[in-house]
């Protein structure tokens, strides 16, 4: 047990289909990621969260729109994507202050297939 | 931005063997950490170590920051530390971690 959970853990979609991943921590941090692995590449951030507000995009496409509506939830809203897009998406969370992260804690991942 | 090679990519070792493994980065750091992804892709922190040295266990990691590397050192090695080891690191000033190629570890019993 990490303090992270995902939601759901596998999903198949098509290009046309609107879907959301959810991440929950239940460790009081104040920072919340999203990440993308793909097969044979280093895991990516994607967004950053302190706080609620976003931090950090890394030139993600807008087919991806991530939500933070509090500090213990995150989402990653997913429309029209692309078969490229299929990869694992992982949530972490972590306690930052001033520009520096702790130590992050990962959940188990959201593996996603784009038809 | 800041570059992270991690070697060797694949290790295979003979359970009970030890292994060093090693991350180098290109600028200064205020923040490094390694992880352990296991085959059904959970990712495990194992330590936050930014300079010096810790152990926990059977693993142990140095980092020298002003040479910008880090060893992670895995000793008696178990079928279960099988998977995936990354090394992250983070600019200071910038709060994102920069993950490595990582090393694929095969422990065979």
């Known amino acids: 047990e990490t303090g992270v959970t995902q939601t759901p853990r596998h999903l198949v979609m098509g290009m046309t289909n609107k879907k959301s991943l959810k991440c929950e921590q239940h460790?009081?941090?104040?920072?919340m990621y999203w990440y993308k692995q793909s097969a044979k590449k280093p895991l990516e951030l994607m967004f950053v969260?302190?706080?609620?507000?976003?931090?950090e995009n890394n030139s993600v496409p807008s087919r991806f729109s991530p939500e933070c509506p509090n500090s213990s939830h995150l989402f990653l809203h997913l429309h029209t994507l692309q078969p490229e897009d299929s990869a694992l998406y992982l949530c972490?969370?972590?306690?930052?202050?001033?520009?520096?992260?702790?130590?992050?804690?990962f959940g188990p991942g959201t593996r996603l297939t784009v038809l | 931005g800041i570059q992270v090679e991690q070697s060797p990519p694949d290790l295979i070792l003979q359970e009970g063997a030890n292994s060093t493994l090693r991350c180098n980065f290109s600028?200064?750091?205020?923040?490094l950490q390694w992880f352990h992804q296991n085959p059904w892709g959970q990712l495990i922190n194992l330590f936050y170590?930014?300079?010096g040295t810790k152990q926990n266990g059977r693993l142990s990691a140095t980092t020298v920051a002003t040479e910008r590397y880090s060893l992670l050192y895995i000793s008696s090695s178990q079928t279960t530390d099988s998977g995936v080891y990354f090394c992250?690191?983070?600019?200071?000033?910038?709060?994102?971690?920069?993950f490595g190629t990582g090393t694929r570890l095969l422990v065979s019993p």
């Open positions: 170590i930014p300079s």
């Open positions: 972490a969370s972590s306690q930052a202050t001033s520009g520096r992260t702790d130590t992050q804690y």
């Open positions: 460790l009081g941090h104040n920072a």
């Open positions: 600028d200064s750091v205020n923040n």
């Open positions: 969260y302190n706080f609620k507000e976003q931090t």
């Open positions: 992250a690191v983070e600019n200071t000033g910038f709060q994102k971690l920069v």
